[in-house]
């Protein structure tokens, strides 16, 4: 997840660095967001990386708790490699050809795997001695 955080942001900055150079964007619009707005592949990109910290950060506190409480195994090992890659599918759909229904679907995927997550860990934290 952070290397896919990471990324987007390399492709945010450099695409914006792009649009600033081509006088395509005027840098002040980043001061406070506000005047012509941005292009759309740009703003793509930015919705995608504040995307990914939102719902993610569950993602890093249930990964997180489960190593803590000594929870973790192939099943939950598992998951988060799935919650990974529908984030990875999300983000590819989202800042490419942003359909809605596969975006839609990579995204609910993603919060179904999430919630699978954080009941195994709770599952195991009630049921272990």
């Given at each position: 997840?952070?290397?896919?955080?990471?990324?987007?942001?390399?492709?945010?900055?450099?695409?914006?660095?792009?649009?600033?150079?081509?006088?395509?964007?005027?840098?002040?619009?980043?001061?406070?967001?506000?005047?012509?707005?941005?292009?759309?592949?740009?703003?793509?990109?930015?919705?995608?990386?504040?995307?990914?910290?939102?719902?993610?950060?569950?993602?890093?506190?249930?990964?997180?708790?489960?190593?803590?409480?000594?929870?973790?195994g192939l099943p939950f090992f598992l998951l988060a490699w799935a919650y990974v890659?529908?984030?990875?599918?999300?983000?590819?759909?989202?800042?490419?050809?942003?359909?809605?229904?596969?975006?839609?679907?990579?995204?609910?995927?993603?919060?179904?795997?999430?919630?699978?997550?954080?009941?195994?860990?709770?599952?195991?934290?009630?049921?272990?001695?």
């Open positions: 997840m952070v290397l896919l955080t990471f990324s987007v942001l390399v492709r945010l900055f450099s695409l914006r660095s792009k649009l600033a150079r081509a006088g395509e964007i005027d840098p002040a619009y980043f001061s406070i967001y506000q005047g012509k707005a941005e292009p759309e592949q740009s703003a793509k990109l930015a919705r995608n990386f504040t995307n990914l910290y939102e719902a993610p950060v569950l993602f890093y506190v249930c990964c997180v708790s489960a190593i803590s409480v000594n929870t973790t890659a529908a984030r990875a599918i999300h983000t590819y759909i989202h800042t490419g050809s942003n359909k809605i229904w596969p975006r839609v679907y990579a995204y609910f995927s993603s919060w179904l795997i999430l919630l699978s997550m954080w009941a195994l860990l709770a599952i195991r934290v009630i049921t272990s001695e």
